[in-house]
């Protein structure tokens, strides 16, 4: 029977119509080999289908369960969905997840303690895709597959050096556009965050003189400037000097978020020392090197630059490995896409020069987005697809939403004797269930396979 993704109206026939009526027969799943409702402990899952009929299964790394299958209503965003699928794999040792809203249909697979996605099509184009489907999660193949995974291991093995290797570079990250107001403090913070949950060893740098992000990380303790201890040595002495700051000394380390990350500061300061900085040949050159030093210290380098074409946002573009660029997707914002690709030819004309490659573009990542659901469905649809027609960069598939949580967790104070100074947490740490801290989860995933981190 074919299936017509028009004809789904709600969650419950997306499982009927889509589920059982064609995916499960399609892929060679008889009734005796899946279980719809299946509760397992605290868990409940739509269905959960075998490639071998083991009963009882046990949850162990022999475990036959193989596909979880979860479907939503049409009206439901994927992305959100995501964390809670990911605890399932993980939890039970199952391979693939499916998951649907009728309208499309995305396969994960387990990797570790994390899940990647290895398939995506539309519902519409699901007849097309059956066999590659097929070929992933179809009974047969996931029967064979048993017998590859062991061969796999076996040349795993052989190539563990290597990824080891690999995946132990220190990535570095900018995070820039040159318009103001984006969502980029909270980008980097917030990202910071999930990115240190994940088990990354994380350093912040904050070049910007609005020091919003040495805010944002609670290391302002005081409120009179008179009791300013940042301001002896922040990010300025790192770059003022060869020999002396490094980033170990300077780094300190900030409790926003738990497990703790370090932050090297910025101060007010920069603004008016940028002419004696610049002034400097080594100024562009000197925190390249610096990071150098602690590349066996960190597994992510985040750097928050100024909202402008100055000189500190010229220093983070050229130490970077990667660039990405926060944008509201408003017509200024996008107009100002222009300057940074013209900012980031520039840098690159350096970069050669250094013999360091081209920085890698990971993409526009959609911040301060509305959730007004008419604005999502035609609007926001509308801008990404001009940033990638017009300006010829891509956007990423993550989209960071304006919401009440991002300004109350920024926003936490504490009193220190008769002083109230504050003290801000990452919305993850803030509120882990919430739909923010589940945005910032699924951005850190994709910046940790887009940089090669898994």
């Given at each position: 029977?074919?299936?017509?993704?028009?004809?789904?109206?709600?969650?419950?026939?997306?499982?009927?119509?889509?589920?059982?009526?064609?995916?499960?027969p399609?892929?060679?799943?008889?009734?005796?080999?899946?279980?719809?409702?299946?509760?397992?402990?605290?868990?409940?899952?739509?269905?959960?289908?075998?490639?071998?009929?083991?009963?009882?299964?046990?949850?162990?790394?022999?475990?036959?369960?193989?596909v979880?299958?979860?479907?939503?209503?049409?009206?439901?965003?994927?992305?959100?969905?995501i964390?809670?699928?990911?605890?399932?794999?993980?939890?039970?040792?199952?391979?693939?997840?499916?998951?649907?809203?009728?309208?499309?249909?995305?396969?994960?697979?387990?990797?570790?303690?994390?899940?990647?996605l290895?398939?995506?099509?539309?519902?519409?184009?699901?007849?097309?895709?059956?066999?590659?489907?097929?070929?992933?999660?179809?009974?047969?193949?996931?029967?064979e597959?048993?017998?590859?995974?062991?061969l796999?291991?076996?040349?795993?093995?052989?190539?563990?050096?290597?990824?080891?290797?690999r995946?132990?570079?220190?990535?570095?990250?900018?995070?820039?556009?040159?318009?103001?107001?984006?969502?980029?403090?909270?980008?980097?913070?917030?990202?910071?965050?999930?990115?240190?949950?994940?088990?990354?060893?994380?350093?912040?740098?904050?070049?910007?003189?609005?020091?919003n992000?040495?805010?944002?990380?609670?290391?302002?303790?005081?409120?009179?400037?008179?009791?300013?201890?940042?301001?002896?040595?922040?990010?300025?002495?790192?770059?003022?000097?060869?020999?002396?700051?490094?980033?170990?000394?300077?780094?300190?380390?900030?409790?926003?978020?738990?497990?703790?990350?370090?932050?090297?500061?910025?101060?007010?300061?920069?603004?008016k020392?940028?002419?004696?900085?610049?002034?400097?040949?080594?100024?562009?050159?000197i925190?390249?090197?610096?990071?150098?030093?602690?590349?066996?210290?960190?597994?992510?380098?985040?750097?928050?630059?100024?909202?402008?074409?100055?000189?500190?946002?010229?220093?983070?573009?050229?130490?970077?490995?990667?660039?990405?660029?926060?944008?509201?997707?408003?017509?200024?914002?996008?107009?100002?896409?222009?300057?940074?690709?013209?900012?980031?030819?520039?840098?690159?004309?350096f970069?050669?020069?250094?013999?360091?490659?081209?920085?890698?573009?990971?993409?526009?990542?959609?911040?301060?987005?509305?959730?007004?659901?008419?604005?999502?469905?035609?609007?926001?649809?509308?801008?990404?697809?001009?940033i990638?027609?017009?300006?010829?960069?891509?956007?990423?598939?993550?989209?960071?939403?304006?919401?009440?949580?991002?300004?109350?967790?920024?926003?936490?104070?504490?009193?220190?004797?008769?002083?109230?100074v504050?003290?801000?947490?990452?919305?993850?740490?803030?509120?882990?269930?919430?739909?923010?801290?589940q945005?910032?989860?699924?951005?850190?995933?994709?910046?940790?396979?887009?940089?090669?981190?898994?």
């Amino acid at each position: 029977m074919p299936f017509n993704p028009e004809l789904c109206r709600n969650e419950s026939e997306v499982e009927s119509k889509l589920i059982v009526q064609y995916l499960l027969p399609q892929l060679g799943y008889t009734p005796e080999t899946w279980h719809q409702e299946v509760a397992v402990g605290s868990i409940r899952l739509d269905f959960l289908a075998f490639a071998a009929q083991v009963i009882p299964f046990v949850l162990d790394a022999n475990s036959p369960l193989s596909v979880v299958m979860e479907a939503k209503s049409p009206k439901q965003n994927l992305n959100n969905h995501i964390p809670k699928l990911r605890h399932y794999l993980t939890s039970l040792n199952v391979r693939y997840g499916l998951l649907t809203n009728g309208k499309e249909i995305r396969i994960y697979e387990k990797f570790k303690n994390d899940v990647q996605l290895v398939f995506q099509c539309s519902g519409k184009d699901v007849e097309e895709k059956i066999d590659t489907i097929t070929v992933l999660i179809g009974r047969d193949s996931l029967k064979e597959s048993q017998v590859i995974d062991s061969l796999k291991e076996q040349v795993s093995e052989a190539n563990s050096n290597f990824e080891i290797e690999r995946q132990d570079s220190m990535k570095i990250i900018a995070v820039y556009h040159n318009k103001g107001g984006v969502g980029k403090t909270t980008t980097v913070v917030n990202l910071a965050a999930a990115l240190r949950k994940k088990g990354k060893r994380v350093l912040v740098i904050d070049l910007d003189s609005q020091a919003n992000t040495t805010f944002a990380t609670g290391l302002v303790k005081f409120d009179d400037e008179e009791f300013d201890d940042i301001k002896d040595s922040n990010i300025f002495h790192v770059l003022q000097s060869e020999d002396f700051y490094p980033i170990s000394d300077v780094a300190r380390k900030s409790n926003f978020s738990d497990p703790e990350i370090n932050v090297v500061p910025a101060h007010i300061d920069l603004m008016k020392n940028e002419t004696d900085l610049n002034a400097l040949d080594y100024s562009r050159l000197i925190l390249i090197d610096k990071l150098e030093e602690v590349g066996d210290n960190y597994d992510v380098v985040l750097i928050d630059t100024p909202p402008s074409l100055n000189l500190y946002a010229r220093i983070a573009l050229i130490a970077a490995d990667y660039l990405i660029i926060p944008s509201d997707l408003k017509p200024f914002a996008n107009q100002g896409l222009t300057n940074v690709k013209e900012f980031v030819k520039a840098v690159n004309g350096f970069r050669k020069q250094i013999k360091k490659p081209p920085i890698e573009i990971v993409g526009v990542l959609a911040c301060k987005i509305s959730t007004n659901a008419r604005f999502i469905q035609s609007t926001l649809k509308n801008r990404i697809e001009k940033i990638t027609q017009r300006y010829d960069i891509n956007v990423m598939d993550t989209v960071i939403y304006e919401r009440d949580d991002l300004a109350k967790c920024a926003e936490k104070t504490l009193m220190i004797g008769d002083i109230e100074v504050a003290d801000p947490v990452s919305v993850i740490d803030f509120k882990p269930d919430s739909t923010a801290a589940q945005e910032f989860e699924l951005l850190a995933t994709e910046v940790l396979q887009k940089t090669g981190l898994i």
